[in-house]
């Protein structure tokens, strides 16, 4: 067996779990209990996988059309929580390789069907967040929903040669950089570039905080940096 590859063997025992905990689950279990034949919904679910992951053509359904009945019941944050369980589930049965690129195809898949149901352009991302390369020259207290200072609420800029992360310690929120908002819980971290216009969404208890670099905390360094460092040392 490639572990740099799926098999078509490992889709349905994946699903299987997942969808155990996705009806576990406080916030998904009640939307799930509309599937009455659930041998019928996780072949389909396997189909549509081979399809997306192998090519095979099994899928012939339409994913958004399947969905759009049930909109009603169906909140964006009801997404980052799917794309927790299934990084979890994915990490624990399939090869790193092979588990990341179902979460990045499970983050894009999120994010179609949020818009077609919600009508909210977000962009949601199923991997693990990246941990920062450099400490942070600065971080702010903890806020919370009472403490927030208003400014992180309204429309503003870090200033130039300035990054910042929001780490979310408890709860869940939102960061809107322009057109895009991207969910923010405990499992994700959301990047801030310099001098870009960008605001905080806080919908219900959350603690979070943010820390402020010189460079961009989330950059792979390249071998130069140490030499350049030294040089300016």
Same mark, same amino acid.
């Given at each position: 067996m490639d572990a740099a590859? $799926?098999?078509?063997?490992?889709?349905?025992?994946? $699903?299987?779990r997942f969808y155990e905990r996705v009806r576990r689950d406080p916030l998904l279990g009640p939307v799930f209990a509309v599937v009455t034949d659930w041998q019928e919904h996780l072949q389909r679910l396997t189909e549509f996988w081979s399809s997306l992951m192998l090519t095979s053509g099994k899928y012939k359904g339409n994913l958004v059309a399947l969905h759009l009945i049930h909109a009603g019941k169906i909140r964006p944050e009801m997404f980052t929580r799917w794309l927790v369980i299934w990084r979890e589930t994915t990490e624990e049965m399939l090869p790193p390789i092979v588990a990341r690129e179902m979460q990045a195809k499970a983050g894009r898949i999120a994010s179609r069907l949020n818009l077609a149901l919600t009508g909210e352009l977000i962009e949601f991302r199923s991997e693990r967040p990246t941990v920062p390369t450099l400490q942070p020259y600065k971080t702010t207290r903890i806020f919370d929903e009472a403490t927030v200072p208003t400014?992180?609420?309204?429309?503003h800029r870090v200033k130039s040669g300035t990054w910042a992360l929001v780490r979310v310690l408890k709860g869940s929120m939102r960061l809107v950089t322009g057109e895009t908002i991207s969910p923010l819980a405990p499992d994700s971290v959301g990047k801030i570039q310099p001098e870009v216009e960008h605001h905080l969404e806080l919908h219900g208890p959350v603690q979070f905080q943010i820390e402020f670099f010189?460079?961009?905390?989330?950059?792979?360094?390249s071998p130069t940096d140490s030499i350049e460092r030294t040089e300016h040392a």
């Amino acid at each position: 067996m490639d572990a740099a590859k $799926l098999d078509e063997e490992q889709i349905l025992p994946v $699903l299987e779990r997942f969808y155990e905990r996705v009806r576990r689950d406080p916030l998904l279990g009640p939307v799930f209990a509309v599937v009455t034949d659930w041998q019928e919904h996780l072949q389909r679910l396997t189909e549509f996988w081979s399809s997306l992951m192998l090519t095979s053509g099994k899928y012939k359904g339409n994913l958004v059309a399947l969905h759009l009945i049930h909109a009603g019941k169906i909140r964006p944050e009801m997404f980052t929580r799917w794309l927790v369980i299934w990084r979890e589930t994915t990490e624990e049965m399939l090869p790193p390789i092979v588990a990341r690129e179902m979460q990045a195809k499970a983050g894009r898949i999120a994010s179609r069907l949020n818009l077609a149901l919600t009508g909210e352009l977000i962009e949601f991302r199923s991997e693990r967040p990246t941990v920062p390369t450099l400490q942070p020259y600065k971080t702010t207290r903890i806020f919370d929903e009472a403490t927030v200072p208003t400014a992180l609420l309204e429309s503003h800029r870090v200033k130039s040669g300035t990054w910042a992360l929001v780490r979310v310690l408890k709860g869940s929120m939102r960061l809107v950089t322009g057109e895009t908002i991207s969910p923010l819980a405990p499992d994700s971290v959301g990047k801030i570039q310099p001098e870009v216009e960008h605001h905080l969404e806080l919908h219900g208890p959350v603690q979070f905080q943010i820390e402020f670099f010189d460079r961009d905390p989330l950059r792979i360094p390249s071998p130069t940096d140490s030499i350049e460092r030294t040089e300016h040392a």
